[in-house]
């Protein structure tokens, strides 16, 4: 594996449901992120992790649980969420001192009936 | 008023075209500027960044800071069809600390190049 991988990349789920996103690394980066992509608005960063440390959360919604247990591994928890969180979930590395230099995945896209 | 304003298009031109991709914004603590490239069902891909005003080239590919007007400009120089997908610019303070990766990101331009 190469680069940054997201899975699942695409799921769906009933407002009662959770789920776990996950998303790893193979770049050698310390700083990951999460980001909401939803049609015809900007990406939406939501949360920052340098050094497994939590260091943003963007007014995130509690239904929304990130995890980083190390450099590599980041999981965002999904529990009781809304038709409007349906979206692509894309998650980012980088080196924390070039934070400019953000590399993707792929993203999961995900939908809730 | 958006922090950063980007016109979403779509735009479409003809293969070979020079094209123009803009972005204007309003905190003038940016210092880093970056373009992406997202094609349909992928992640963002990292195109190019400056640092502060001036241009870099890439290839095809020349950016273009101007931090007097809160100006940015991507161009394209002989355009493909497989330049064909969504430009995202984004930027970012980077002053230190807390401001670490917290890129403000457009709405992104739609570009269709076709043959």
């Known amino acids: 594996e190469t680069g940054v991988t997201q899975t699942p990349r695409h799921l769906v789920m009933g407002m009662t449901n959770k789920k776990s996103l996950k998303c790893e690394q193979h770049l050698g980066h310390n700083a990951m992120y999460w980001y909401k992509q939803s049609a015809k608005k900007p990406l939406e960063l939501m949360f920052v992790y340098n050094f497994k440390e939590q260091t943003e959360n963007n007014s995130v919604p509690s239904r929304f649980s990130p995890e980083c247990p190390n450099s590599s591994h980041l999981f965002l928890h999904l529990h009781t969420l809304q038709p409007e969180d349906s979206a692509l979930y894309l998650c980012?590395?980088?080196?924390?001192?070039?934070?400019?230099?953000?590399?993707f995945g792929p993203g999961t896209r995900l939908t809730v009936t | 008023q958006k922090e950063v304003e980007q016109d979403p298009g779509p735009l479409s031109v003809p293969e070979g075209a020079i094209v123009s991709l803009n972005c204007t914004y309003s905190?003038?603590?940016?210092?880093?500027f970056m373009w992406y490239r997202q094609y349909s069902r992928k992640g963002p891909e990292l195109l190019m960044y400056t640092y502060s005003s001036g241009n870099k080239e890439d290839g095809r590919f020349t950016a273009q800071v101007d931090k007097s007007s809160k100006y940015i400009s991507l161009f394209i120089r002989d355009s493909q069809p497989s330049d064909s997908a969504t430009y995202l610019c984004?930027?970012?303070?980077?002053?230190?600390?807390?401001?670490?990766?917290?890129?403000?990101f457009g709405q992104g331009t739609i570009l269709t190049v076709h043959p």
């Open positions: 984004a930027m970012v303070d980077n002053a230190g600390g807390t401001s670490y990766g917290k890129l403000t």
């Open positions: 905190n003038s603590a940016f210092q880093y």
């Open positions: 980012a590395s980088s080196l924390r001192d070039r934070g400019y230099e953000q590399y």
